[in-house]
């Protein structure tokens, strides 16, 4: 894997252009195409892009760090011009209108984007496996998925077609396929970046974020595509700074919660072996270990489906065959059209959710589901607020154990639902997370998630990059 510090380092000496870099990639993404990463590749766009840069960099304008560097960006994230598909049926021809305000970010700062990545249909799911484009294959064990739903992210990264990428993470989706392929993910605080132009799967919970081959280099991408976007009311008001500040500032003094529910049943041994040894060796290094309690995070899971499967199914009622995507030709009557369209342009997994959705929404149910979901999302949320009265950062694994074995999407939607038992908690709450690779399990990369308080980025990726430099 390559990182952007080299990459820029080469770009500055005059060793390489961005036109050899993008020509580079977009070889490795025709030379990888057997993974499935990529929804769309983008060639041409690109090679100008590239060139632009070049330009730019011999009148001696270069922009910084991500001038000409290529970057691959989730097929959820709309770019003007270019199809954007959030791999389902009912947008595989749809051109977006308008560039996302991410993107524009990364553009803004010279970054090369060279292709859109698959993904579960609408960002549902932990597998990767529900994309109408196909599956997206895991380089490291083709037996198990890279994890979703933004697996071609992370494999674009881990196969080593860009150094970095940006994802979408809802529920874990930047966090879970970081960890199954042994990369890093970020997702930072709710309102950190701006989701404009993002296709939406559920508002309140939705995040853009990067994928790196280190924690430095996720931090110059969040660098680049934090702050305040008058087109997102969500985005937050507060000064951009450096999140590479403080990568270097080392652990000593800092105070790690552990959660005593996050380390007990239902967590496979090898990772928890793995994970442990890290505690044990960032105690060395002087950071104190303190056991903190979140009791209401069993009901994560259950509360997190409940409020997303609602979101999604108001977020999605815009797919109507009518103003824009795939059109059923067998339709006769309005309510027909409505209807064919959408039974035959989404896939199952999200009819399901869009069932499910409508079902905690309804009249008769909204009080005993969605109104209860809510109430837990606050007590989870107090939860942690008080764990972080007593520390500065919480361990967590990314997942319950290896990546799931290819197929379980199909034979037992609930254990791929209960996979995200570890990740959902933080976008219930709104707070920043991060998996750093941390040791082997089963001779694949397990991930420690790193829990972060609201905002607190910068500290978050410090504790992480001294993860990443014991992680030997
Ligand atoms: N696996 C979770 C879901 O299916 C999270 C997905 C995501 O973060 N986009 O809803």
Known sequence: METIKNLSTKLASGETSAVALAQDSLAKIESTKNLNAYISVLNERALAKAAESDKRRAEGKSLGALDGIPVAVKDNMCIEGTRTTAASKILKNFVAPYTATAIEKLEAAGAVIVG???????????????????????????????????????????????????????GGSIRQPAACTGVVGLKPTYGRVSRYGLLAYASSLDQIGPFGSTVADCATLLNA??????????????????????????????????????????????????????????????????????????????????????????????????????????????????????????????????????????????????????????????????????????????????????????????????????????NLSGLPGVSVPCGKAGGLPVGLQWIGKPFQETDLLSIAAATEALNK
Request: charged fraction near 25%.
């Open 116 to 170: 859109k990545t698959n993904m579960d249909e609408f960002a549902m799911g932990s597998s990767n496996e529900t994309s109408y484009f196909g599956k997206v294959i895991n380089p490291l064990d083709e037996t198990r998925v890279p994890g979703g739903s933004s697996g071609g992210s992370a494999v674009a990264v881990a196969s080593g077609t860009v150094a970095c990428a940006l994802g979408s993470d809802t």
């Open 225 to 426: 595509i934090c702050g305040i976007d008058p087109h997102d009311n969500t985005t937050s008001t507060r000064e951009p700074e450096d999140f590479t500040a403080k990568l270097n500032a080392g652990v000593k003094g800092k105070v790690i919660g552990v959660p005593k529910e996050y380390f007990g049943e239902g967590l496979d041994a090898e990772c928890k072996a793995a994970i442990e040894s890290m505690l044990k060796k960032l105690e060395a290094e002087g950071a104190t270990l303190k056991e903190v309690s979140l009791p209401h995070i069993s009901h994560a899971v259950s509360s997190y489906y409940i409020i997303a499967t609602a979101e999604a199914s108001s977020n999605l009622s815009r797919y109507d065959g009518v103003r824009y995507g795939y059109r059923s030709k067998e339709a006769r009557k309005l309510f027909d059209l409505y209807a064919k369209s959408r039974s035959e342009g989404f896939g199952k997994e999200v009819q399901r959710r869009i069932l499910l959705g409508s079902y905690v929404l309804s009249a008769g149910f909204y009080d005993a589901y969605y109104v209860q979901a809510q109430k837990v999302r606050r007590l989870i949320t107090d939860d942690f607020n008080k764990a972080f009265e007593s520390c500065d950062v919480i361990a967590s694994p990314t997942m319950p154990g290896l990546p799931l074995k290819c197929g379980m999407n199909e034979s037992d939607p609930m254990a791929v639902y209960l996979s995200d038992i570890y990740t959902v908690s933080l």
